[in-house]
């Protein structure tokens, strides 16, 4: 189990307070998901539909950066 998950509805990382997800678990998510990469993706955007919910002040594209532009 991983210290840095999110906190919500704030979306920073309960491990080192960065935003979520942060470098740690962005590396623990591509391990976790070596094999199904496509499915990372999918679960990264179930995480950013829910986190546009909480976090209605960040534009969109500053969202979609965070949660799906670091899968490239």
Request: some cysteine; overall charge positive.
């Amino acid at each position: 189990m991983t210290t840095h998950a999110p906190v919500l509805p704030v979306w920073r990382c309960g491990g080192c307070d960065a935003p979520w997800p942060c470098r740690t678990r962005q590396r623990e998510l591509r391990a976790e998901f070596d094999e199904a990469p496509t499915c990372l993706a999918l679960y990264m955007g179930a995480q950013l539909v829910r986190a546009s919910e909480d976090l209605t002040s960040v534009p969109a594209g500053v969202l979609h950066q965070r949660f799906l532009g670091w899968l490239r």
